[in-house]
Nanobody
Framework: QVQLVVSGGGLVQPGGSLRLSCAASGSIFPINTMGWYRQGPGKQRELVAG???????RYADSVKGRFTISRDSAKNTVYLQMNSLKPEDTAVYYC??????????WGQGTQVTVSS
């Protein structure tokens, strides 16, 4: 059984930074994709960023240039560095793990609130 444990999040002022971490444990294939979705108030869940095990990353247009996703494959951990945060980044952020022939695994959500 795979588990994802998320840490980070919290309250930050506009223009500030936060870092999210997501550590996977259990039966994990070397080839996988990890990343982050978010769901803001009254909005649908949307992809924020994802990164493959070789390190290829993709981002939502709304976060390009501000957010950076990275991973430590040895630790099965993915990070999301969020800079220049805006009020519209306020959301619950969810980590995910995709592996071939397996259902997507979700971590618990973490609240990110950007407010003065």
């Amino acid at each position: 059984q795979v588990q994802l444990v998320v840490s980070g999040g919290g309250l930050v002022q506009p223009g500030g930074s936060l870092r999210l971490s997501c550590a996977a444990s259990g039966s994990i294939f070397p080839i996988n994709t990890m990343g982050w979705y978010r769901q803001g108030p009254g909005k649908q869940r949307e992809l924020v960023a994802g990164i493959t095990s070789p390190g290829s990353a993709r981002y939502a247009d709304s976060v390009k240039g501000r957010f950076t996703i990275s991973r430590d494959s040895a630790k099965n951990t993915v990070y999301l560095q969020m800079n220049s945060l805006k009020p519209e980044d306020t959301a619950v952020y969810y980590c995910y793990l995709d592996q071939s022939y397996r259902n997507r695994v979700w971590g618990q959500g973490t609240q990110v609130t950007v407010s003065s």
